[in-house]
């Protein structure tokens, strides 16, 4: 599967953003989706992940209450809606596809080319 994130940008902390990833095949609601992101100079750390119906989801302790993962199967696209941004959200945010639902990127064998978040204070 491939995937195109999109979204990302420049924000004031406290503010919003949604973050879309837009997968191609046939087969998208077969996919575990999830969020993951790397901010500067620091290793690559799992945000968010979904189950293929959308019926499961989990987050990183840093952003739940703030962050929300969903996804439209007809649509093939998974959504990230962060609210209350905070400067240490500032990261590039990658989608990815797997099989099972996991907080380890090695689990996920499909990757978008990420979107930067900039928040400011």
């Known amino acids: 599967v491939q995937l195109q994130a999109s979204g990302g940008g420049l924000v004031q902390a406290g503010g919003s953003l949604r973050l879309s990833c837009a997968a191609s095949?046939?087969?998208?609601?077969?996919?575990?989706m999830a969020w993951f992101r790397q901010a500067p100079g620091k290793e690559r750390e799992f945000v968010a992940t979904?189950?293929?119906?959308?019926?499961?989801?989990y987050y990183a302790d840093s952003v739940k209450g703030r962050f929300t993962i969903s996804r439209d199967n007809a649509k093939n696209t998974v959504y990230l809606q962060m609210n209350s941004l905070k400067p240490e959200d500032t990261a590039v945010y990658y989608c990815?596809?797997?099989?099972?639902?996991?907080?380890?990127?090695?689990?996920?064998?499909?990757w978008g080319q990420g979107t930067l978040v900039t928040v400011s204070s």
């Open positions: 990815a596809a797997g099989r099972m639902v996991q907080r380890s990127q090695d689990s996920y064998a499909s």
């Open positions: 979904i189950s293929g119906s959308g019926s499961g989801t």
């Open positions: 095949g046939r087969t998208f609601s077969s996919y575990v």
